[in-house]
């Protein structure tokens, strides 16, 4: 049965007359309707938002310390409901969702311990200089559909802790988990604090220039990234963008072929490769190239594509049929310029469900379509290197620099190599690693400011600078 999931505003939950529906993408049902909110909502929404502030950002440390932990009691006292619900709406396997969800509840508990103190410039006869951090006042959310809960998370916490309130849109695509959590959070935030509205795609520009919000947090593509910074200028709202990535790894041959297989096989098919941060170029020495590829190749068998509820699925379908058809069409790029495939590039358009072969291209060309963009999807090219020169400088040829990686055994030189790679976080010897005091962000396309850690709650706030003259003649 359809069930109808309603937006939380000012503390109540609401629907609307107009509805969107959600779909499963591993068997294109519906399994929910959402409010398809209008201005009207929006502005119920941002109104609450801006009362909820002038209460809100008077609170203690400890306060909202206490409400955000509340949060994260909620989404773990309910994990299970909660995962089940996110595989049904954005495909992802069971085991993944779960990680997802703890994952949330683990990263509002963490930073619901942040805060940011005083600074003390000048402390003399003269004068006393002390910068304050204060609340930048209501934030707008706009979170896309890969880690609906994750995203939604990692806005609202730091938000909440800063001293500002939030009106958050998840994306059309993925809502149903983050409305279930909204009206968990109905009885565990202040009314007008949080505000989780729902709406087509045209509600998010009515956010990013309503004059009531003074800041946009925004996770999801450059090119949306880009109109949010234009509507964004009219009125000098602050911004911090996470955006698109197509992260490079880079092979050193004295890297254990078996044990590096599994590894980078996951750094591109977790989350059937809708990740941000997901290794989307993968550069191999020549000198165990063969070894590796074939060993890549090799464990992508082991693994099975299927529907993320049934045990034993690794890799669940594309989210939504309009990534399905991209990533259907890079792969069909890739065919008719004849590269080799290791595994999969067999995509049916037409079947039920999106589901994407596990693709494994053997050496295409830097310039294919389907290396040079961003794939999100699950699609692996992996190219031959001969030296680390040449593998840095294909590495920083994007207009991307979310992340990468390094494997070697010699991790001084791992190091030497990432300091040279033009992104915001490079691993060695891991992937994907991202700690809750830890700033993530891109450098170039891939965006614009942090999250997580101090300097991403530094973004919530603007620096205020009070000084008292010691020695004034009055
Ligand atoms: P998207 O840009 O299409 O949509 C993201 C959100 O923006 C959705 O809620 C959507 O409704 C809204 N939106 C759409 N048009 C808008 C507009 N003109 N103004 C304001 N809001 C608008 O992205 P997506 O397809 O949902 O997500 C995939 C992309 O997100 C990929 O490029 C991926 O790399 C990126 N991503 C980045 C990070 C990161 O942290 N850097 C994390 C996850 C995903």
Redesign the pocket.
């Known amino acids: 049965m359809t069930k109808a999931y309603a937006n939380l505003i000012d503390g109540e939950m609401v629907t609307t007359s107009d509805t969107i529906e959600v779909v499963n993408p591993a068997n294109e049902q519906v399994i929910g309707v959402v409010p398809s909110c209008t201005k009207d909502e929006l502005d119920r929404a941002v109104d609450a938002a801006r009362r909820a502030f002038k209460t809100w950002k008077k609170t203690s440390a400890e306060e909202r310390q206490k409400v955000v932990q509340g949060i994260a009691a909620a989404i773990k006292d309910n994990a299970e409901e909660l995962y089940r619900l996110l595989t049904s709406e954005q495909g992802k396997p069971h085991a993944q969702a779960q990680q997802e969800i703890y994952g949330a509840a683990g990263l509002a508990a963490a930073q619901s311990t942040l805060t940011l103190d005083d600074v003390i410039n000048q402390d003399d006869d003269t004068r006393l200089s002390r910068t304050r951090r204060v609340p930048v006042g209501v934030v707008g959310g706009?979170?896309?559909?890969?880690?609906p809960i994750m995203?939604a998370i990692q806005k609202i916490v730091p938000a909440l802790v800063a001293g500002c309130t939030i009106v958050l849109?998840?994306?059309?695509?993925t809502p149903l988990t983050t409305l279930r959590i909204a009206e968990l959070l109905k009885d565990v935030v202040p009314a007008g604090t949080v505000n989780i509205i729902t709406?087509?795609?045209?509600?998010?520009?009515m956010?990013?220039e309503h004059p009531g919000i003074d800041k946009i947090t925004?996770?999801?593509?450059?090119?949306?990234?880009k109109?949010?910074m234009e509507?964004a200028s009219r009125d000098l709202k602050r911004i911090t963008?996470?955006?698109?990535?197509n992260d490079a790894s880079i092979v050193l041959p004295d890297a254990d072929v078996e044990k590096v297989a599994e590894q980078l096989f996951w750094s591109s098919f977790s989350n059937a490769g809708?990740?941000?941060?997901a290794a989307k170029r993968i550069y191999i020495h020549e000198d165990i190239y063969d070894d590796l590829s074939k060993a890549i190749a090799e464990y992508a068998k082991g693994v099975v594509v299927g529907d993320g509820s049934q045990q034993g699925t690794g890799v669940g379908p594309i989210q939504?049929k309009?990534?399905f058809e991209r990533v259907c069409e890079l792969i069909q790029d890739a065919k008719d310029n004849g590269y080799q495939f290791l595994t999969g590039g067999d995509t049916d358009p037409s079947g039920t469900g999106y589901y994407v072969p596990i693709t494994i291209l053997d050496n295409p060309p830097e310039d294919a379509r389907i290396v040079a963009e961003?794939q999100?999807g699950p699609v692996m090219p992996l190219m031959k290197f001969s030296t680390v020169e040449e593998a840095i400088e294909r590495a920083n040829n994007s207009e991307y620099g979310?992340a990468g990686a390094v494997w070697t055994k010699d991790t001084e030189k791992g190091v030497e190599i990432a300091e040279q790679l033009e992104t915001g976080t490079v691993w060695v010897n891991e992937f994907m690693q991202l700690s809750p005091f830890t700033p993530?962000?891109?450098h170039k396309q891939?965006?614009i400011g942090a999250?997580y850690g101090l300097d991403g709650l530094k973004e919530f706030t603007n620096p205020q600078v009070i000084t008292v003259k010691r020695d004034a003649a009055v």
């Open positions: 706009i979170v896309p559909w890969n880690f995203m849109k998840p994306s059309p695509f709406g087509p795609d045209e509600l998010g520009p956010i990013t925004f996770t999801g593509s450059t090119a949306t990234g109109k949010i509507g963008l996470e955006l698109g990535g809708q990740v941000c941060i939504n309009k990534q961003e999100f979310l993530f962000g891109g891939s965006g999250e």
